[in-house]
């Protein structure tokens, strides 16, 4: 038996029996270019290379969406689960949809997640999906009637589990009186805060895992950012419209990198990885997810399966935070 590394401890998801590691793979930026939400043109060779990595790393979820790339992103992961021998766990999201034209639309109609799911199954090459998500509570008067169908999902069989994606307190309340919530996705990082009052509260009274989607705020804590780097970002790119990557958050932000990088230094470990690590030690959060464009970006950041911050290193972190609160 050859192991590299002992694996990293595994935390239960909300309800369920899922059990997973610390961090996921995010699918989202290797969805490639020419889509309203886009990171810009992306090799899906290096995409595949890259979900390889992950799962030869030791991290046992990927975490995509129908909407990343207009499908391709789960057509990217189902090249990439027909190439491994792993077996990750898989979620993805349902409500975004788009027109032949590309644009996009939302519907959380029963008939519509219906289509959506068996899209889904389709292009990932599974016939059951882990964790099922509604990508956003939208429109908001569908939702009963969205949280009802994923719940007959569920009971057919093609959905082991539901979640939900940037759902308020109040939104969760109304699908609980359908169905049980598994988990809830939303943003956190140390520059968005704001789910800590009541949303993340309300998730740890109620059993509610949560995963927490661009914990480096989509590439701006990885240490690879810099002011020449965002002004050259692709014109697709969606950050380039993002207040964190614009003045005057930008030169801010850079300078929280620095500290970061202070930190991980002390550790061999990349300004990204102590980003990561700080959203991970909120009791709340299950995990976190990871995107990852190319294998060597994973590498980069699978030391956060296992790097955990000190009290005063989160504290250096906190403080700085509150002292240059935007």
């Not at 109620?206 to 050259?232: D, F, H, Q």
Request: charged share 20%; hydrophobic share 40%.
């Amino acid at each position: 038996m050859t192991q590299a590394t002992a694996s990293p401890s595994l935390r239960t998801l909300g309800n369920s029996d899922l059990q997973l590691t610390p961090i996921g793979f995010g699918a989202w930026a290797i969805g490639g270019g020419n889509w309203e939400f886009a990171w810009g043109p992306q090799d899906d060779n290096e995409s595949i290379a890259a979900i390889h990595r992950a799962l030869d790393l030791g991290v046992n979820w990927i975490d995509t969406a129908a909407i990343y790339g207009l499908g391709h992103s789960e057509e990217t992961v189902g090249r990439a689960l027909k190439t491994t021998t792993h077996k990750p766990l898989v979620f993805t999201k349902c409500s975004m949809r788009w027109h032949a034209d590309r644009s996009i639309y939302r519907s959380l109609k029963a008939q519509s997640l219906a289509e959506e799911l068996e899209g889904s199954l389709r292009r990932l090459g599974v016939d059951t999906i882990d964790l099922y998500q509604v990508h956003w509570p939208n429109p908001e008067t569908e939702i009963e009637e969205g949280w009802e169908a994923l719940a007959r999902f569920r009971e057919q069989g093609k959905i082991r589990w539901v979640g939900v994606s940037n759902f308020n307190v109040e939104q969760m309340k109304q699908a609980q009186k359908i169905a049980p919530i598994t988990s809830l996705q939303p943003p956190y990082s140390m520059l968005r805060r704001a789910i800590e009052h009541e949303v993340l509260p309300f998730a740890q009274a109620n059993n509610i895992g949560v995963i927490n989607y661009s914990p480096m705020v989509s590439g701006l804590l990885t240490g690879k950012m810099t002011a020449e780097r965002v002004a050259a970002l692709p014109a697709d790119d969606w950050r380039k419209r993002a207040a964190e990557f614009n003045e005057p958050r930008l030169s801010r932000n850079l300078q929280l990198v620095e500290l970061l990088r202070e930190i991980g230094n002390g550790h061999n470990v990349s300004p990204g990885v102590v980003a990561v690590a700080w959203t991970l030690r909120n009791p709340a959060i299950t995990a976190a997810i990871v995107g990852g464009r190319s294998a060597q970006q994973v590498e980069g950041v699978a030391p956060a399966l296992d790097f955990r911050l000190t009290d005063d290193e989160y504290s250096r972190v906190n403080a700085f935070l509150a002292d240059s609160a935007a």
